[in-house]
């Protein structure tokens, strides 16, 4: 055993001055190249070697990043439609659209026209809407004024029928449309049905509607029916609004048959 460990710091020994050795001559060098070199640093050398380093990899990173974006713009090429070249410039002014400059023919009316199936008889020369004076729904008589005052800023005479004033029109309108309950306004133009409020209203928008009443007569601007003020109703002449006359063989009054429920005949002036 004490023959083993001898044996064993012999072997130990001659290693440690070995090493020992070599970084006694790796400083030795170190030394003699910084004394013969006194100039140099080191230390800024290794420095700059590792900023290349980093400069080296930002630039493969770099590429990578482009070939991927030039492969989307591959991509994105593929889908996207071609644009159009450019139109020349001549005496600083761009070429028109030859295809603009022909004649469009004329806009047909999508409400107005002769596919209309519902008709209103004997009102080809004038223009119909059946409304409402009554405040009762607020939605309904704000779309009738509406109606109202689109027609009003035409100056074109209209025939309204209110059905508040006379019960007679609610039933016309209600056998025109074949029985069905419809909301109002619904407005007839030389006797073809338009529509509604919303309806009219888009056609003012589009100016469709100026090219239908296009051939109506106008009024004078500011003009008033003397007779009914533009109610289109007066009192009856008969029983004067009472609904009622004496009759003088009987003895007795009856019904006024020239008015209507509400006592009121259509103006003379403006409606005959």
Same mark, same amino acid.
């Given at each position: 055993?004490?023959?083993?460990?001898?044996?064993?710091?012999?072997?130990?020994?001659?290693?440690?001055?070995?090493?020992?050795?070599?970084?006694?001559?790796?400083?030795?060098?170190?030394?003699?190249?910084?004394?013969?070199?006194?100039?140099?640093?080191?230390?800024?050398?290794?420095?700059?070697?590792?900023?290349?380093?980093?400069?080296?990899?930002?630039?493969?990173?770099?590429?990578?990043? $482009?070939? #991927?974006? +030039? =492969?989307?713009?591959? !991509?994105?090429?593929? %889908?996207?439609?071609? /644009?159009?070249?450019?139109?020349?410039?001549?005496?600083?002014?761009?070429?028109?659209?030859?295809?603009?400059?022909?004649?469009?023919?004329?806009?047909?009316?999508?409400?107005?026209?002769?596919?209309?199936?519902?008709?209103?008889?004997?009102?080809?020369?004038?223009?119909?809407?059946?409304?409402?004076?009554?405040?009762?729904?607020?939605?309904?008589?704000?779309?009738?004024?509406?109606?109202?005052?689109?027609?009003?800023?035409?100056?074109?005479?209209?025939?309204?029928?209110?059905?508040?004033?006379?019960?007679?029109?609610?039933?016309?309108?209600? $056998?025109? #449309?074949? +029985? =069905?309950?419809?909301? !109002?306004?619904?407005? %007839?133009?030389?006797? /073809?049905?338009?529509?509604?409020?919303?309806?009219?209203?888009?056609?003012?928008?589009?100016?469709?509607?100026?090219?239908?009443?296009?051939?109506?007569?106008?009024?004078?601007?500011?003009?008033?029916?003397?007779?009914?003020?533009?109610?289109?109703?007066?009192?009856?002449?008969?029983?004067?609004?009472?609904?009622?006359?004496?009759?003088?063989?009987?003895?007795?009054?009856?019904?006024?048959?020239?008015?209507?429920?509400?006592?009121?005949?259509?103006?003379?002036?403006?409606?005959?």
């Amino acid at each position: 055993m004490a023959e083993s460990e001898k044996n064993l710091e012999v072997s130990s020994k001659p290693k440690s001055s070995s090493s020992s050795v070599l970084n006694r001559s790796y400083t030795m060098q170190a030394t003699a190249a910084a004394d013969s070199h006194p100039k140099i640093n080191y230390a800024s050398l290794n420095r700059a070697a590792s900023i290349n380093k980093f400069y080296n990899s930002m630039e493969s990173v770099m590429s990578a990043s $482009n070939s #991927f974006k +030039g =492969k989307v713009k591959q !991509l994105c090429s593929l %889908f996207e439609p071609k /644009k159009s070249p450019p139109k020349p410039v001549i005496n600083n002014m761009i070429e028109p659209d030859m295809k603009l400059m022909k004649p469009q023919p004329p806009m047909k009316s999508l409400c107005y026209n002769n596919e209309s199936f519902i008709r209103l008889p004997g009102t080809e020369d004038r223009i119909v809407v059946y409304l409402t004076s009554l405040r009762g729904i607020r939605r309904t008589f704000e779309d009738c004024y509406a109606v109202r005052m689109i027609f009003r800023g035409f100056r074109v005479w209209v025939d309204e029928r209110d059905i508040s004033m006379d019960f007679a029109y609610k039933k016309e309108l209600h $056998n025109v #449309f074949g +029985g =069905k309950n419809v909301s !109002l306004p619904q407005v %007839f133009i030389r006797g /073809k049905y338009v529509g509604n409020a919303d309806v009219l209203k888009s056609m003012y928008e589009t100016g469709e509607l100026a090219r239908v009443l296009d051939g109506f007569p106008r009024r004078q601007p500011g003009s008033v029916c003397g007779g009914c003020g533009d109610v289109r109703f007066v009192p009856c002449l008969n029983c004067s609004g009472s609904r009622k006359v004496f009759d003088e063989d009987d003895g007795v009054l009856k019904r006024c048959l020239e008015c209507n429920e509400n006592g009121l005949i259509r103006c003379l002036d403006c409606c005959s």
